[in-house]
């Protein structure tokens, strides 16, 4: 038997901040499938990125989707990483949009002090996210490894893993 459908399925408020009394000092508030059942299969999705004075979205990559973010509070510096390595960067404010091309490396960095808020909406119900920083060191992959790999010393693989709580 299908499960019942309601119109909860195809409403969400997104009118809430975010928390961002954390190490990044921002929050995103995802309307995905999980959260937003009416975009799943529809190839859509939308969230609400909430950047206090500070904050950082660490470079991160979405597989499953490219990325439209709309500014509609404060001042953001934005950029990615074509698969070229070249660089597209550039100061959004309220009313800007700007688009990631699924998968490249990208990031968001409020620009002036005071807190931003942008509507980050997705090609897919289910973008999927890698940070960077958090795929390097969060985890237990062993530390002589990612110094191989990134060119980086052993003391500052070690004091990363620490702050992001990777082992190894």
């Known amino acids: 038997m299908p499960a019942k459908v309601t119109v909860e399925d195809f409403v969400l408020s997104l009118g809430k901040a975010g928390n961002t009394s954390n190490i990044i000092k921002a929050a995103v ?28 979205i ?24 074509s698969s070229d390595n070249s ?7 309220k009313g800007d949009i700007m ?3 699924q998968g490249l490396l990208h990031f968001q960095i409020n620009a002036k002090g005071k807190t931003a808020i ?6 897919s119900p289910d973008p999927g996210l890698q940070i960077l920083d958090f795929a390097l060191f969060a985890n237990n992959l062993p530390s002589a490894i990612v110094e191989k790999t990134t060119f980086l010393d052993e003391a500052t693989v070690k004091a990363l893993k620490a702050v992001l709580g990777g082992t190894g």
Not at 38 to 45: A, E, K, T, Y
Not at 87 to 93: E, M
């Open 29 to 56: 508030t995802p309307a995905f499938a999980a959260q937003f059942p009416g975009v799943n299969g529809l190839g859509i999705s939308i969230a609400r990125l909430d950047l206090a004075p500070g904050g950082v």
């Open 58 to 81: 660490p470079m991160h990559t979405h597989p499953g989707a490219s990325e439209l973010l709309l500014v509609v509070q404060g001042y953001i510096l934005a950029g990615f990483i």
């Open 87 to 93: 660089v597209y960067l550039k100061t959004l404010k």
């Open 99 to 101: 688009v990631f091309p």
């Open 118 to 123: 942008a509507f980050p909406s997705f090609s």
